[in-house]
């Protein structure tokens, strides 16, 4: 069964700084999908980004970019210039084809003026 | 941009009362899902459904729980015999077909209290 880790229950950055939330993952697939889901308050998930295994090239969506180690399972988040709308719950998810989403427990990120 | 809707956004019951948490999602998707997070927990996966059918379960879908799409708009849930334990926040997601590419969607979220 495929697992999710993200280790750092818990980061804050300061509003315009750099900030990135690490994700590993344990699978035996090689054709998978993986996730960053974002939860503000509010508890909506929004999807942040996603990153195809086969592909090498990191995924990017404006100031949100991910580096995507597949040999070594590793799958962070990146968020440039952080935003005080930045604040929520961020959790790594990964998906094989077909299947549901497995999620990890999620990080609190708060982003300080 | 089309969206997945769930009603209500918060649903107080009584211990053993049933309950059924509804959603509509995006109109050409094929695939649907609930998700379930207890508050302050990550978000487990229930129950996929496809074609009139479960495709798939999790343990935490026991007998008391069920889908059904009664419509051509609607999906739900419907949990016959509610426990504490199931106080929880209910996504309901859905998704175009089985390609790699088909991302699923979220709706807002049901959240259940069981008194």
């Known amino acids: 069964a495929q697992t999710v880790t993200q280790s750092q229950p818990e980061m804050s950055v300061q509003e315009a700084e750099t900030v990135t939330l690490s994700c590993t993952y344990d699978?035996?697939?090689?054709?998978?999908?993986l996730f960053w889901y974002k939860q503000p308050p509010s508890r909506q998930m929004i999807l942040v980004i996603r990153?195809?295994?086969?592909?090498?090239q990191n995924a990017t969506e404006n100031r949100f970019s991910v580096n995507f180690q597949k040999a070594a399972k590793s799958f962070s988040l990146k968020i440039s210039d952080s935003q005080l709308g930045d604040t929520a719950m961020y959790f790594c998810?990964?998906?094989?084809?077909?299947?549901?989403?497995?999620f990890g427990k999620g990080m609190k990120l708060t982003v300080n003026p | 941009e089309p969206e997945v809707t769930q009603t209500p956004s918060h649903q107080v019951t009584q211990m053993g009362q049933e309950v059924i948490l509804r959603c509509v999602p995006i109109?050409?998707?094929?695939?649907f899902y609930w998700y379930r997070q207890i508050l302050g927990q990550k978000v487990e996966f229930l129950v996929s459904?496809?074609?009139?059918?479960?495709?798939?379960k999790s343990e935490i879908f026991d007998d008391q729980f069920s889908v059904e799409r009664p419509d051509g708009s609607n999906f739900t849930l419907k949990i016959r015999s509610t426990k504490l334990e199931d106080s929880a926040m209910y996504f309901c997601?859905?998704?175009?077909?089985?390609?790699?590419?088909?991302?699923?969607?979220f709706g807002p979220g049901t959240r259940l209290t069981v008194l």
């Open positions: 990153q195809e295994a086969y592909k090498q």
């Open positions: 997601a859905s998704r175009l077909g089985l390609l790699l590419t088909d991302t699923q969607y």
């Open positions: 459904f496809y074609n009139n059918e479960i495709s798939e």
């Open positions: 109109s050409n998707h094929l695939y």
């Open positions: 998810a990964f998906m094989k084809q077909a299947e549901k989403l497995v």
């Open positions: 699978t035996s697939e090689s054709n998978y999908y």
